[in-house]
């Protein structure tokens, strides 16, 4: 698969493989918007098409694994691709399937393992956290979960920041790379949305103001397209993390009131 090379004249080269948000906060339409702000051509392989709005998912249709398949392989044979983002893998198959196209191709991959959505529902199978175990994170050069998805995928309960420290080792145990473990929902830091990134060696802890703003619809996607993006880019792994936490509080805190329930992050807050 080609993944080497940008044409002359086009910006870096990013792939979100995820299901789609019909309300367009998070999903595949948070991925593309993201990667527009921060200077890279967004491609898209959707693994599921869900209907949801502001108050949650009403429905979710997967699609089929040929159909992720052809999708993946028309983008990155012909155009290539420089990062990798994955989201929304709802069953064993897809999440082994997606596995086995990051295996082929030699670009770098942030792993989302998205569980749960803003709203509470279910995304991901629970006959599928042994296939997103045993396939999908020893492909991840980032595996970004959040609190609720350290303890699905490693049964690590995290109240403290020694509690991060142990669930980013259960996660690199599995073979990531680099892990991220988002504190944001910790209640211990009232004031801070603390976030730690390590591959076992190197340890850094990324803090920033915790927003007041309820409407954080798509946080988790925006901040794994994010880093997506900084890898197209070439940025090494810390300087990608670091680069995509400043843009998500950014967003964050530009958030707004959509419908009846929680509000998007802003994408586009940067030319606000």
């Known amino acids: 698969m080609s993944t080497v090379g940008t044409p002359a004249g086009a910006p870096p080269l990013c792939l979100t493989v995820a299901g789609s948000d019909s309300g367009g906060g998070a999903g595949i339409q948070a991925d593309l918007k993201t990667m527009l702000a921060l200077g890279v051509h967004g491609m898209s392989v959707v693994t599921a098409v869900t209907a949801q709005n502001s108050l949650g998912v009403r429905g979710a249709w997967e699609l089929p694994a040929e159909a992720v398949r052809a999708q993946y392989q028309a983008v990155v044979d012909d155009i290539g691709v420089q990062a990798v983002k994955t989201g929304m893998l709802s069953s064993a198959v897809l999440v082994e399937t997606v596995a086995e196209l990051l295996a082929a ?14 709203h509470g529902d279910e995304l991901l199978a629970a006959s599928a956290l042994d296939a997103v175990r045993r396939e999908l994170l020893p492909r991840a050069t980032v595996a970004t979960p959040n609190l609720d998805e350290v303890a699905q995928l490693t049964g690590v309960v995290v109240e403290t920041e020694d509690d991060m420290r142990r669930a980013a080792g259960a996660v690199l145990g599995h073979g990531s790379r680099w892990a991220l473990i988002k504190g944001g929902h910790l209640a211990a830091h009232g004031g801070e ?18 927003s007041a703003n309820r409407h954080t619809h798509g946080t988790g996607c925006t901040l794994a397209s994010a880093i997506a993006a900084g890898l197209a880019k070439g940025l090494a792994v810390p300087e990608a993390v670091t680069a995509a936490k400043a843009y998500v509080t950014g967003a964050i805190a530009a958030g707004f009131p959509l419908g009846a329930g929680t509000g998007p992050v802003d994408h586009g807050w940067q030319w606000r």
């Open 193 to 210: 949305a603390v976030d730690l990134l390590t591959d076992g060696t190197d340890e850094r802890w990324l803090r920033a103001p915790r």
């Open 105 to 118: 191709t030699p670009a770098p991959a942030v792993v989302d393992p998205v569980g749960v959505s803003k």
